[in-house]
Structures are given as structure tokens and as C-alpha cells.
T-cell receptor
């Protein structure tokens, strides 16, 4: 089945800097890659997603890139703000299952 | 528009019992997905229902089951509860389901404690 690895597990950046979180997956049949943000004590939010027929997608300060050959995808957050502080989860989904990465705790220092 | 609702919000059960959790999606949403979240295992996908049919299923034992009704409300059932089933159970709804590029909304979750 699918296995998703996420790095780093924790990330601390200064406000205004960029943050990058990387995930790798094992199942070449995976074709949908969502990213979720979960603030402390709150429910997850889907913040951006990408399908396997697209290499990059951008939404304001966040972007996701996908390299199907290398089986990895990344979340990029530019001009980080304190409210970006949260745990971010990547996921990979194929025909049946969806597997999540272990999460990255991002802290943005003012 | 009302958000995704889950009932009950908190539940305490003992080993061996069974439990049924309910999720009401946003009006007009036909897809409901269920997830388990624990400190040790993180987020795990349980299953997805769309128009009363299970479309996707994660790697969980048969003790975990679900269904969806014609009004899109969904229930999940866990039989013969184990201590390891203690978790936050989240459901999420969307209009078209997993794999479609659109927004998905989560409910507040049901926190289950198995003693």
C-alpha cells in the first residue's frame, strides 16, 4: 500500500521568510495530493491540493509542486506570518486509499 | 450555511462495546469521508462515501464500518472496541469527493475514549 514520508517534523522560521515542507510517496498509482493545516485544538483545513496531471499549483502565498518521476511533492509558503503557525499534513491518494504524512509543526516567529 | 456537524462530541466506552458516530455534511455535499486522529498514529483515512456508496476505504479492520443515507448523512460504527480505538474521529464533506480539486470541510470531531 501507499507510504507517505514527510519532512521536516518541525520547522521554525522568522516572519516574512519562506517555509518548505516535503513529502515522498511510494505508490506510483497515487494521483491526488492534498495538504491540510491544523491549528492547535482545531479541525484540519484543506489548504491546497494538486492532481498528478499538474506539476505546480499556486494560491496566493502557498504553492505546491509535484514531481511524479521522483514521487515527491512539496508545500511552499512565502512571506510567512504568525498565523501560519500550525501542523501541516500532506497526503497521497490513489484509487482506494489515502495515506497521510506524520505532520510538520511549523512555528513562525514574529 | 451550516457547517459539518458530528454527534456526539465526546464519548466514553469500555472495551468490547460498540459505538456509532454520526456526521451531517454541509447541505448539498454528497461526499463524506471519515478519519481517525491519534497522537501516535497521526491522521488516518477510514473511508469515503458518495451517494450512499463506499468509494474508498483505508487500511482498517472490518470492525470499522460505515454507511451513508439518502440525505447524505453518514454514520460510522466500531464494534468490539479496543483500547487503541481511543481517538478523535473526524468527518469531512465535499460536493464531489476525494480526488476532485475543490474544498473539503471538516467537522469538529468526536472524541472517543475506550476504557
Amino acid at each position: 500500500g501507499e507510504n507517505v514520508e514527510q519532512h521536516p517534523s518541525t520547522l521554525s522560521v522568522q516572519e516574512g521568510d519562506s517555509a518548505v515542507i516535503k513529502c515522498t510517496y511510494s505508490d506510483s498509482a497515487s494521483n491526488y495530493f492534498p495538504w491540510y493545516k491544523q491549528e492547535l485544538g482545531k479541525r484540519p483545513q484543506l489548504i491546497i491540493d494538486i492532481r498528478s496531471n499538474v506539476g505546480e499549483k499556486k494560491d496566493q502565498r502557498i504553492a505546491v509542486t509535484l514531481n511524479k518521476t521522483a514521487k515527491h511533492f512539496s508545500l511552499h509558503i512565502t512571506e510567512t506570518q504568525p498565523e501560519d503557525s500550525a501542523v501541516y499534513f500532506c497526503a497521497a491518494s490513489g484509487d482506494n486509499d489515502m495515506r497521510f504524512g506524520a505532520g510538520t509543526r511549523l512555528t513562525v516567529k514574529p | 450555511k451550516a457547517g459539518v456537524t458530528q454527534t456526539p462530541r465526546y464519548l466514553i466506552k469500555t472495551r468490547g462495546q460498540q459505538v456509532t458516530l454520526s456526521c451531517s455534511p454541509i447541505s448539498g455535499h454528497r461526499s463524506v469521508s471519515w478519519y481517525q486522529q491519534t497522537p501516535g498514529q497521526g491522521l488516518q483515512f477510514l473511508f469515503e462515501y458518495f451517494s450512499e456508496t463506499q468509494r474508498n476505504k483505508g487500511n482498517f479492520p472490518g470492525r470499522f464500518s460505515g454507511r451513508q443515507f439518502s440525505n447524505s448523512r453518514s454514520e460510522m460504527n466500531v464494534s468490539t472496541l479496543e483500547l487503541g480505538d481511543s481517538a478523535l474521529y473526524l468527518c469531512a464533506s465535499s460536493t464531489s469527493g476525494l480526488g476532485v480539486v475543490e474544498t473539503q470541510y471538516f467537522g469538529p470531531g468526536t472524541r472517543l475514549l475506550v476504557l
